[in-house]
């Protein structure tokens, strides 16, 4: 007897002539549950219509998530899906596609879900580098619990669990991942559709783990949370869209740029040229820069929003595969040989 | 004219059927390796055998401290053997510490072989020796040797380009020459062994043989020996034998059970004292499409082999007692999502952290009840190092019928002990049939089979079986999220229904000795080996005692409460404080006696035939003595 043969059932290749699938194709027959005017409804229906663009065929598309409001997202989503456990999502992620790397998995997390219970998680994912897209939703609030502040609630935030204001610093989730050594590491917005449709396609397209932080409004828990910086008439002026290759232009007329003085990010206004001006570029390795987008923040800073790096990596589920494959390659396992390896005697 | 010849004296070859050797030292003497070497050569040899590795959490306790004894028991036979003994018969010491934490052990007259250059000022006080107990008459109950083994390694390596460390270091194989040479037995095992360990570094080779020969040769020579020992080959069933550990027969069980399958294996796991030679064990095994996740923690380790089940493959994890509960939830998720997964608990001593190197019994109650909710897994636990190939094939056999989470619970008796292993036929090894739900018919994710109630398994690339599952409460018709009172009530019992039925699946308990009579030993997992020896030392005392020994805990065998009315008196002997017996007298009723014993050792036969005689009235009350000795068998 040899190892198993790869698992054929459960392994068909693409087909050629792949159906083109619409937005309709990934909607679920439940009935989806958030409150109204969740931030929510707007991910699901951008990730419902960037699906199927992947050209992948539903079946072999997973949905993982955790617990929490946002981790109810893989009911509605026509596809395989498993709702698991607080905060370990991404463990459940990790087995899947290592077991099956010819999967495409999205992981659905939240603040207090991905940051908090999971954060453990969340480091090792990226340092492994996993082919996985794991989708952040931040709220900065507990909404499932109703109300209690989370990892990344600003420093005095009153909440239930706080009412006299929390004594404790927010966690940034892209600094987290860059430092985790994140391969993959975008923010978008759930008001702003477009950028948000394009920016999931992007993470799905990246090969290694692509984290995307979505900051996504509760309207019962955390109204407005981003409203300052996000808001229709201030958006121009409090958000900086990062663009790769491009210089870091913001402003109603673009006119406003940042420049840097020393490892010190400042605004330019009515920066005439784009001398001077830092030039956004996604595939640096050094995360020098990213870091210091990162810490730039509303109301000092407008705030970054785009993708903050995208680099190639090793991969680990390819890598652990070809541990197999070239292992296999010298001479399958055998059964017998193994159960009579080292010294053996025999007894007539 | 007479001629007096200078005779030398005879040296005499006695027959023994049994000796119980325990080599002891520091924690860096090597002591666990020139057991094992020792084991391997009368395992060629012939001999059953059993052995019991013993030794320190720390890896380098101050040297020569007392926490700082590692020891190895073995025991090896020219029959049946069934634990690594209760008391050596030989004991030999490497240094003051080793001593003073063993000695109690020896039987009285056994041989004591001490390194006697190791018994200076130094050592002696770290031993809190305040006199050199080589030279004031304590030690008068044993044949007391005292060899001056570094010393005369130190002149067998004299000139090889190694420090005077390294050259110490090889000093333990200078003990193993002298102990193949006192029982007949050849070094051809060892000196293959190092050469395959150190054939790049032939000085360290050199050194080792060089120490070896030295040792055996200074048996052959002096006269410090009169007797030399010989112990037949054991009459066992004709087959081809490897000697084998606990650990490694699991491994080897679950790399089975892939092939037999013919579904890949994949095994997440966090090291964990005394599991981690599962992962190293499985870690190698890539031929075999095996792959091995060495997790952040072992929640995560739990979490991937269940994505691995998710996914259609064999979900494995690994741990220990503290892993078990930190994995608890996620076992749940398993047991709530109805997926075949196996989780190994390899047991260890004490809650918390406890006694990690250490033995016990004490997770059956975690195992069976560790969870929030009313959770029901399937629980095996093989009872010796062989039996573990074995049972963890019937873990994913059982796993995968029934569509059901099961806890392998070994221990670390059973994990770190090795005996000879009749290699099994692979033609004859248990075929395990699985399916995932059929393509094309409607997919409800909690449609189960009637016989064995599992649900059906659609896994992730099936077409057109797209569903979602999770934790939450699910509809037994539709599969989506259910709050439903009747529902929740029902779908409670079915998953308990469907491990209850697996009782129709597993084999009778079955009884050594008499079907029925005054006394029955039950037992489980580790224990197996003294157990049975004390019911067959009892029958040859003429008592009515049986024995039998339960390898399925969750279900139980069907015909275990038959078997228990057999009996007068039912013992159940378990490392814990009778975790066994609570189930037993909840389940059916009946006066079962504990005897209990929470040491972090093995019984011992004595032990057990003690608690016999008080149960039969042959005695009194009968109490465990705990020695003062932290030795192998001494607590």
């Known amino acids: 007897m040899t190892a198993p043969a790869a698992n054929t059932q459960a392994t068909g290749v693409i087909p050629a002539d792949l159906p083109i699938l619409t937005r309709k194709d990934f909607v679920s027959d439940q009935e989806v549950r958030w409150c109204p005017g969740c931030g929510d409804y707007s991910i699901l229906a951008q990730m419902q219509k960037m699906l199927p663009e992947l050209r992948i065929p539903r079946e072999k598309i997973v949905f993982i998530s955790g617990i929490g409001c946002s981790s109810r997202f893989p009911y509605y989503v026509e596809s395989y899906g498993f709702h698991s456990i607080h905060g370990r999502a991404l463990t459940l992620a990790s087995g899947l596609k290592t077991a099956r790397p010819e999967l495409t998995v999205f992981v659905i997390t939240g603040d207090g879900d991905g940051l908090s219970i999971g954060g453990n998680h969340l480091l090792h994912a990226m340092r492994r580098n996993v082919d996985l897209n794991v989708i952040l939703f931040n709220n900065r609030i507990y909404g499932l619990t109703k109300g209690q502040f989370s990892p990344t609630s600003e420093f005095g935030k009153v909440t239930k669990s706080s009412p006299y204001g929390t004594t404790e610093r927010p966690l940034n989730p892209i600094r987290v991942a860059l430092a985790a050594g994140a391969t993959f590491v975008a923010r978008t917005i759930d008001r702003d559709t477009k950028h948000l449709e394009e920016t999931l396609y992007q993470a799905s397209q990246h090969k290694g783990i692509s984290f995307v932080e979505v900051y996504q409004n509760c309207n019962i828990f955390n109204d407005g949370a981003f409203s300052a910086f996000a808001d229709k008439e201030v958006r121009q002026d409090k958000m900086i869209y990062l663009e790769h290759g491009k210089p870091l232009r913001f402003g109603k007329e673009n006119e406003n740029g940042i420049r840097l003085n020393g490892f010190q990010p400042e605004i330019v206004t009515n920066a005439a040229s784009d001398e001077g001006l830092m030039v956004h570029d996604i595939h640096q390795q050094n995360i020098s820069l990213a870091n210091i987008l990162v810490g730039m923040d509303y109301p000092e800073f407008p705030v970054p929003i785009g993708v903050f790096r995208d680099i190639e990596a090793p991969v680990y589920d390819e890598l652990v595969a070809e541990q197999v494959r070239a292992a296999i390659a010298k001479g399958p396992g055998s059964l017998e040989a193994l159960l009579h390896a080292g010294e053996t005697w025999v007894v007539d | 004219m007479t001629t007096e010849i200078q005779v030398r004296p005879e040296r005499v070859v006695e027959e023994l059927d049994r000796v119980t050797i325990r080599f002891a030292g520091d924690s860096g003497d090597g002591m666990q390796l020139t057991g094992t070497q020792f084991t391997k050569t009368a395992a060629v040899f012939g001999n059953d055998l059993a052995t019991l590795p013993d030794f320190p959490a720390e890896i380098r306790a101050p040297t020569g401290s007392l926490p700082g004894v590692s020891g190895f028991q073995l025991s090896f036979s020219g029959s049946d053997i069934h634990t690594p003994g209760d008391r050596p018969d030989v004991l030999v010491a490497m240094n003051p510490a080793a001593l003073k934490t063993n000695v109690a052990d020896l039987r009285p007259g056994g041989l004591l072989i001490v390194d006697e250059n190791e018994f200076e000022a130094i050592n002696l006080k770290k031993a809190a020796y305040a006199k050199n107990p080589l030279h004031d008459g304590s030690l008068s109950n044993y044949q007391l040797v005292p060899v001056a083994i570094t010393r005369q390694n130190e002149l067998a390596l004299e000139g090889l380009p190694l420090s005077a460390k390294d050259k110490f270091r090889s000093r333990n194989f200078y003990a193993l020459g002298l102990i193949l040479w006192l029982y007949g037995r050849s070094m051809d095992t060892t000196i293959k062994w190092a050469n395959e360990q150190f054939g790049r570094r032939p000085e360290v080779l050199d050194a080792n043989i060089r120490a070896l020969k030295a040792g055996y040769n200074f048996g052959e020579t002096t006269e410090l020996f009169r007797v030399q020992y010989k112990v037949p080959p054991a009459v066992v069933k004709p087959g081809t034998y490897r000697h084998i550990s606990g650990n490694e027969a699991t491994a080897l069980g679950f790399v089975a059970a892939s092939v037999l399958s013919g579904l890949p294996l994949f095994y997440g796991s966090y090291p964990i004292t005394p599991a981690s030679d599962i992962l190293h064990e499985l870690s190698k095994m890539k031929a075999f499409g095996v792959k091995t996740f060495q997790a952040e923690d072992e929640i995560a380790a739990i979490g991937a082999a269940i994505g691995a089940a998710y996914g259609g493959h064999l979900g494995l994890t690994g741990t220990s007692g503290p892993g078990l509960a930190l994995k608890s939830e996620a076992l749940n998720l398993a047991v709530m999502t109805e997926l075949p997964l196996v989780v190994i608990d390899v047991q260890r001593a004490g809650p918390s952290t406890g006694m990690p190197t250490k033995t016990e019994q004490s997770d059956l109650l975690q195992a069976m009840f560790g969870r929030n909710g009313d959770s029901y897994v399937a629980i095996l636990a093989p009872c010796t190092p062989s039996d573990c190939f074995l049972m963890a094939i019937e873990a994913f056999r059982i796993a995968l019928k029934y569509m059901v989470p099961v806890i392998f619970l070994s221990d670390g008796y059973v994990g770190n002990g090795s005996e000879p292993w009749r290699i099994p036929d692979v033609a004859t090894l248990p075929k395990i049939a699985w399916s995932y739900a059929k393509e094309g018919s409607d997919y409800s ?191």
Request: charged residues 20%; glycine residues 14%; neutral net charge.
């Open chain 2, 445 to 635: 994710p909690y449609a189960r089979d009637p016989n064995t109630l599992a649900r059906s398994w659609a896994v992730p690339g099936q077409k057109g079986m797209e569903h979602r599952i999770g934790g939450l409460e699910k509809s037994s018709e539709t599969g989506d999220i259910s709050y439903d009172p009747r529902n929740h009530h029902e779908m409670t019992l079915v998953r308990k229904g469907r491990v209850d039925g697996i009782v129709q699946d597993i084999p009778d308990l079955e009884v050594i000795g008499p079907p029925q009579g005054d006394v029955l030993l039950l037992g489980w997992g580790g224990t197996f080996g003294a157990i049975t020896s004390a019911g067959e030392n009892a029958r040859k005392k003429g008592l009515s005692v049986a024995t039998a020994h339960l390898r399925y805990l969750n279900p139980f065998p069907g015909n275990l409460e038959t078997v228990l009315r057999n009996y007068k008196h039912v013992i159940i002997p378990e490392l814990n404080t009778g975790q066994l017996s609570l189930l037993i007298r909840g389940k059916f009723v009946i006066p079962a006696i504990p005897f209990n014993k929470i040491s972090g050792q093995p019984f011992k036969i004595a032990e057990l035939e003690g608690k016999i005689d008080e149960v039969l009235g042959r005695s009194g009350p009968y109490e465990i003595e705990f020695g003062q000795s932290s030795g192998l068998s001494g607590g």
